[in-house]
């Protein structure tokens, strides 16, 4: 089953730290791995979109990683603010192996950020 | 450019009724994709439609159904409402292909049922 697994589900930090969020996956092959943050009460919103041969992509003060051949992904906020605080997504896009050409997005379930004064 | 639209914001609906959600995409994206959001869950995919045609679909019961609008609006219909419907329901809207081009969402329909 293809699935999508972020780590940890939930953390705390102060304003001005920095810190790494994961997602590892077991979809393969994939299209593309999308990291989106998702304010309470609001929609997602992308941040970084990366294919496959991309090792890194940045954001502003967000960098996302990308290793393949491990299947990870990881998420790195730099000094943190407080409108940091929200929930952080992970999506890989592949291919669904019922119905040709049709694609499959899996999400994972988000890990929830708070950055604390 | 006007964003995402998704009407009602919140709807409370008692088991058994049925109800239909509305979402109107960025002008001249032509892909609108449907999800349920819940705690335990995630985000679970329900279907997309491009050009008025259902392109592709997720594992969800023949209770939920949608279609689109020529001018690419869309429609969600849930059938028979159990108490697990309860969700945020979230509408996406992209120019085209949501494995190739950015995804758009709004800003989300909560529903409650009781």
């Known amino acids: 089953k293809n699935q999508v697994e972020q780590s940890p589900q939930s953390l705390i930090i102060l304003e001005g730290k920095n810190c790494t969020l994961q997602?590892?996956?077991?979809?393969?092959?994939?299209?593309?791995l999308r990291w989106y943050k998702q304010d309470t009460g609001r929609g997602p919103v992308s941040l970084t979109i990366m294919t496959f041969s991309e090792n890194t992509k940045s954001n502003r003060r967000y960098t996302a990683t990308l290793d393949a051949d491990t299947k990870q992904s990881s998420l790195h906020i730099t000094a943190s603010q407080l409108s940091d605080s929200a929930s952080y997504i992970c999506?890989?896009?592949?291919?669904?192996?019922?119905?040709?050409?049709?694609?499959?997005?899996?999400f994972g379930k988000g890990t929830k950020l708070s950055v604390i004064p | 450019k006007a964003g995402v639209t998704q009407t009602p914001r919140y709807l409370i609906k008692t088991r058994g009724q049925q109800v239909t959600l509305s979402c109107s995409p960025i002008s001249g994206h032509r892909s609108v994709s449907w999800y349920q959001q819940t705690p335990g869950q995630g985000l679970q995919f329900l279907f997309e439609?491009?050009?008025?045609?259902?392109?592709n679909k997720g594992n969800f019961p023949g209770r939920f159904s949608g279609r689109q609008f020529s001018n690419s609006r869309s429609e969600m219909n849930v059938s028979t409402l159990e108490l697990g419907d309860s969700a945020l329901y979230l509408c996406?809207?992209?120019?085209?292909?949501?494995?190739?081009?950015?995804?758009?969402f709004g800003p989300g329909t909560r529903l409650t049922v009781t």
């Open positions: 997602c590892n996956y077991t979809v393969s092959p994939f299209s593309n």
């Open positions: 439609y491009f050009s008025e045609t259902q392109r």
């Open positions: 999506v890989v896009s592949h291919p669904r192996y019922s119905g040709a050409g049709s694609y499959q997005l899996t």
């Open positions: 996406a809207s992209s120019l085209d292909d949501p494995q190739l081009y950015e995804q758009y």
